[in-house]
């Protein structure tokens, strides 16, 4: 079992729509997870941290955490094209290090 | 303020040759690490330093390595290139060891194996 596990996609949802993007992890110990958001041919971009249980909401943005469940998501609200992209999930634990899934491709119709 | 800036960009080797790339941080921070990127494996944490010593190591061959200067400028170096070699090499920084795992990534280094 990979440590940090993501649909790969594609995930196409209309212009507009509501994207969901989710993400497991196996190590109960995680504290800290992340979103990046990555263009292709372009380097990861942080858009969402969230350490505690529950909702945590940037603009558009929502990121989900239930650590009882080990599971994280990415709530993308009134999708636009600009926001296809690769969204990669990272878990950070006690040694700094961040862990990725392989990512989820979004792609958003317009 | 400048970002993470990552030379070169692009670079073509062959097999059993060896390459050198280089990362400078963002200005004060102190902490550098590494990773490669590839379309079947994703992102894959190489190593990380800080203050000139290695914290971390993730698991790859001894064949890839690095290091950092007192500038917190840092290096890694990959020998006996292979094939599988090929991927984009990230590196990111963040100014503190401890603390928020933030990290803010360069371009990358795209690294083609023949």
């Known amino acids: 079992q990979k440590e940090v596990e993501q649909n790969s996609g594609p995930l196409s949802v209309p212009e507009g729509a509501i994207a969901s993007l989710n993400c497991t992890y196996s190590?109960?110990?995680?504290?800290?997870f992340f979103w990046y958001r990555q263009y292709s041919g372009k380097s990861p971009e942080l858009i969402m941290s969230?350490?505690?249980?529950g909702d945590k909401e940037d603009g558009r943005f929502t990121a989900q955490l239930n650590k009882a469940s080990q599971y994280v998501s990415l709530l993308i609200r009134d999708s636009q094209p600009s926001d296809s992209a690769t969204y990669l999930c990272a878990r950070g634990g006690a040694t700094n290090k961040l862990i990725f899934g392989t990512g989820t491709l979004l792609a958003v119709q317009p | 303020k400048a970002g993470v800036t990552q030379t070169p960009r692009y670079l073509i080797k062959t097999r059993g040759q060896q390459v050198t790339l280089s990362c400078s941080p963002i200005s004060g921070h102190r902490s550098v690490s590494w990773y490669q990127q590839t379309p079947g494996q994703g992102l894959q944490f190489l190593f990380e330093?800080?203050?000139?010593?290695?914290?971390n190591k993730g698991n790859f061959p001894g064949r890839f390595s690095g290091r950092q200067f007192s500038n917190s400028r840092s290096e890694m170096n990959v020998s006996t290139l292979e094939l599988g070699d090929s991927a984009l090499y990230l590196c990111a920084s963040r100014p503190r060891e401890v603390g928020a795992n933030v990290l803010t990534f360069g371009a990358g280094s795209r690294l083609t194996v023949l």
């Open positions: 190590d109960r110990v995680s504290q800290s």
């Open positions: 969230i350490y505690s249980n």
């Open positions: 330093y800080f203050s000139e010593t290695q914290r």
